[in-house]
């Protein structure tokens, strides 16, 4: 018997029974007669809204800059990356607290929770004096060992030039009551747009280093930017890179990382997850660090567009598993290891100014991505050799731009977009599964671990988006949250928002956990949006906060 259930926009369904095939079917949604969706939800969901006051009133306001009039062939705005989110109990009252950072000219918010569960805005004078940074990301650790927790912001986006004062990092130490002073000489110079900062002791010395990623080269997509290395020398943090991780120099579009024993060698390895990257391994040797070339580990093919990486003990075998948030696979751009898609930054008329072409596969052959008129537009020397459509329109790479141009290109690949789990293996060998369907609807720009619904086995909770594709390419702004119910043994199942209840709307850049007096919730952090708090509603009393 064959049975076809269709939800309609209104939220209700029709249902058709017994189904011949090979016929055409017209149905209406004026004679949907079924229950509501909002009726079929779960009386009890794990999710759900916050419906008391907050006191935060707080909006992330993106400075609106043209990132298209300088690349015009750029696939996003890279001016869009922000805000930073960080948490944690700043004032030593059993309360989590939070930053949230603001775009260039607009100014951050550090939020002081009250014994009732609202916020209070500290420190307002502190944060306006910083306006003129671009926050994209942020953490709360203890920077110089006296047992309060410390600020590290890391400023990134499109507005500056590269070198500029305005993509200096900044770090701000807390007095032990929540208020926080800027230490001018606590970093070294790092004037890179970055992404993620993420404490770790990685030389076991008994104080807090620091990885922070390089995000992109201001107005030079794709071109790799550098990552750092920070060694804790009593409280400043001295630039070990060239010394103990030379190959972080350069390394490329970095989004995020994770510090975690891969090989079980009880020292820390760094793991990393970027733009045009495969997930890529810093092995800690004696407190030097090699990367992993992938040949042959199953992370050879792992090269996307990785924006956002979680690591745990998936499958209850001893070692540290990976889970990475991808593209998707509901966008324009699609990618396989058999046809990956590609960009090349390239001099085609050797005048010092390199563009940025975008190219697929199809039956064998490599084609630009943007159609004629977009590239003469930005390579006008191209329209003497292709002054019309038709022959443009099935001409190769090699045949518009020539081998020896794109052999002399900067040139990338993503062999997957798909969202998905990397289980450790051991002796240095993984395996990725991409998550189902509904799992790659959208990009997934951030990760939260655990265990949901209490059964002992640790679930994910994913959300994304990505609202400022450019103008020919529709945006990915399908994502609702998603949450991917875990058996322990590696295998994961998604669950509806009719069941879980979870709702994560909106350009969502980081999510953050947040213990309350009435128990735990969900921050969410939206660009050129208000914050989101989602309630983790859960009957046993929770004890330790997962992230």
Excluded at 155 to 166: H, Q
Excluded at 411 to 421: D, L
Aim: charged share 25%; proline share 5%.
């Amino acid at each position: 018997m064959n049975r076809i259930e269709i939800t309609w926009p209104n939220g209700k369904t029709s249902l058709l029974e017994k189904v011949k095939p090979d016929q055409e079917i017209t149905v209406d949604i004026k004679t949907s007669g079924n229950v509501p969706f909002e009726e079929r939800r779960e009386s009890s969901p794990w999710f759900s809204g916050m419906d008391e006051k907050t006191g935060v009133n707080f909006k992330h306001t993106e400075n609106e800059i043209d990132d298209f009039s300088r690349e015009p062939l750029l696939p996003y705005k890279y001016s869009m990356l922000g805000p930073a989110l960080a948490t944690g109990d700043i004032n030593g009252d059993g309360l989590d607290d939070f930053f949230i950072g603001g775009a260039f000219r607009y100014p951050a918010t550090l939020y002081l929770q009250k014994p009732d569960g609202s916020f209070e805005p500290v420190n307002e004078e502190r944060w306006w004096e910083e306006r003129l940074f671009e926050d994209v990301g942020a953490v709360f650790f203890d920077a110089d060992n006296d047992g309060d927790l410390d600020l590290y912001v890391v400023s990134g986006g499109n507005e500056y030039k590269e070198g500029t004062d305005g993509l200096q990092d900044r770090l701000y130490l807390n007095d032990g009551n929540g208020n926080f002073s800027k230490d001018p000489d606590a970093l070294p110079t790092m004037l890179t747009s970055g992404s993620r900062v993420v404490p770790f002791d990685y030389d076991q010395d008994g104080d807090l280093d620091l990885f922070v990623g390089g995000r992109q080269v201001p107005g030079g997509y794709p071109k790799p930017a550098d990552s750092y290395l920070l060694e804790n020398r009593k409280g400043k943090f001295i630039d070990v890179t060239l010394e103990k991780a030379p190959d972080l120099k350069k390394l490329g579009m970095v989004t995020d990382a994770v510090w975690i024993d891969f090989d079980q060698d009880e020292d820390p390895d760094l793991i990393l997850a970027g733009e045009w990257m495969p997930i890529t391994i810093f092995e800690n040797k004696d407190g030097k660090f090699r990367k992993i070339e992938n040949a042959d580990n199953g992370l050879e093919n792992s090269s996307g567009w990785w924006f956002s990486i979680a690591a745990h003990d998936f499958d209850n075998d001893g070692d540290m598993d990976l889970v990475a948030g991808n593209l998707g696979l509901n966008y324009k751009y699609k990618a396989s290891a058999e046809g990956p898609f590609e960009v090349f930054y390239l001099d085609y008329d050797q005048n010092n100014w390199h563009e940025i072409v975008l190219a697929y596969h199809q039956d064998g052959n490599l084609y630009p991505v943007n159609d004629r008129m977009d590239l003469v537009t930005t390579i006008p020397a191209l329209e003497d050799k292709f002054p019309k459509n038709d022959p443009f329109s099935v001409a190769t790479m090699s045949e518009i731009f020539g081998d020896s141009v794109l052999n002399n290109s900067l040139h990338y690949k993503a062999c997957t977009f798909a969202s998905s789990y990397i289980e450790n293996l051991g002796n240095g060998k993984f395996r990725i599964t991409p998550f189902d369907n509904l799992a790659q609807i959208t990009s997934q720009h951030a990760i939260l671990c655990e265990d949901v619904d209490q059964d002992g086995n640790m679930d994910i909770i994913m959300a994304g988006n990505l609202y400022g594709a450019e103008v020919e390419t529709t945006r990915n702004d399908a994502g609702i949250g998603i949450l991917l119910k875990g058996d322990g043994k590696g295998n994961f199942k998604t669950v509806a928002y009719m069941q879980s209840g979870l709702f994560a709307e909106g350009d969502i850049r980081d999510m953050k956990w947040l213990r309350t007096p009435t128990g735990k919730i969900i921050v969410c952090a939206r660009n050129s949006d208000t914050i989101q708090f989602i309630r983790l509603n859960q009957k046993k009393e929770y004890a330790e906060v997962r992230d």
